[in-house]
């Protein structure tokens, strides 16, 4: 069982910037591809991110192609999404996954664990 614990959402003006953590509570965090997706009011959830075990193949949604940065740092079992250039339409409750493949064909690239959630508002 992995968890997952998201951090760093608020409030912040458009145009300005925001730095998402998720700390995994694993030894195994390195195994893992790891994914950020978010959910606005009365939508569906999307997916934003997504980085593999190494770091070295990364994919965004074209939504944030630009202005998200994914990264992760496997000594400290930790993801990030640097969200900068935040636009009104990035308000929504950000979730990190953790999953066994990066490549998986399935929903949500077959993430299998999930946090709680952070959330990101943006006024305009």
């Known amino acids: 069982q992995v968890q997952l614990v998201e951090s760093g959402g608020g409030l912040v003006q458009a145009g300005g910037s925001l730095r998402l953590s998720c700390a995994a509570s694993?030894?195994?965090?390195?195994?893992?591809?790891m994914g950020w997706f978010r959910q606005a009011p009365g939508k569906e959830r999307e997916f934003v991110s997504r980085?593999?075990?190494?770091?070295?193949?990364?994919d965004y949604a074209d939504s944030v192609k630009g202005r998200f940065t994914i990264s992760r740092d496997n000594a400290k079992n930790t993801v990030y999404l640097q969200m900068n250039s935040l636009k009104p339409e990035d308000t929504a409750v950000y979730y990190c996954?953790?999953?066994?493949?990066?490549?998986?064909?399935?929903?949500?690239?077959?993430?299998?664990?999930w946090g709680k959630g952070t959330l990101v508002t943006v006024s305009s």
């Open positions: 980085i593999n075990r190494s770091g070295q193949a990364i």
């Open positions: 996954a953790a999953g066994t493949y990066y490549s998986s064909p399935s929903r949500d690239y077959g993430m299998e664990y």
């Open positions: 694993t030894r195994t965090f390195s195994t893992y591809a």
